[in-house]
């Protein structure tokens, strides 16, 4: 009896939560992306689109969603919750993106453009450059100079 009565509460829970569920469902976005390049505006396809929410204290939260851009560089996702949403953008040969934006909206839009990589300066000396050229042994039989 004790076990029936146990089954019924947790029933009354899951069904209580999933009701609740159903009144966040109104509180979700369709976010899409369309990925381009910086210098000529041509889409870059199979760019990853990653998506994680963000705390009120500006924390990443653990978990994410990874979209892939198709050839047109686009994608997109239904079901994002409203509130402060992390978005990178990966690609092979180009700068990573990296914002958050609020979802406030229903539907979001956004178009992001990729840079290519920027020439690195340093403040050291080129060491590579820098060591000494290894002289190539003499010869055997060769004259000492």
């Given amino acids: ?8 509460f947790l029933a009354g829970l899951v069904l209580a939560g999933s009701a609740g569920a159903q009144d966040d469902d109104d509180s979700v976005a369709a976010m899409s ?9 041509k889409p870059v396809r199979n760019a990853s ?3 994680h929410s963000v705390s009120k204290h ?3 939260a653990k978990g994410g969603l990874e979209l892939k851009a198709d050839a047109d560089g686009k994608c997109s996702y239904d079901g994002i ?3 402060m ?4 953008v990966l690609a092979p040969g180009f700068q990573t993106f990296g914002q958050d934006f609020d979802v406030d909206k229903p539907t979001i839009a956004l178009t992001i453009k990729l840079k290519r990589p920027e020439e690195q ?3 050291y000396s080129d060491q590579q450059n820098d060591k000494k050229k290894e002289e190539t042994p003499p010869a055997a039989g060769a004259k000492p100079k």
């Fill in 58 to 60: 500006g924390k990443q």
């Fill in 81 to 83: 919750p409203y509130g």
């Fill in 33 to 41: 992306f369309v990925i381009l390049r910086d210098n000529n505006g």
């Fill in 1 to 8: 009896m004790k076990k029936l009565a146990l089954a019924v």
């Fill in 85 to 88: 949403v992390r978005v990178q």
């Fill in 121 to 123: 300066y340093s403040i």
């Fill in 49 to 51: 689109v990653v998506l």
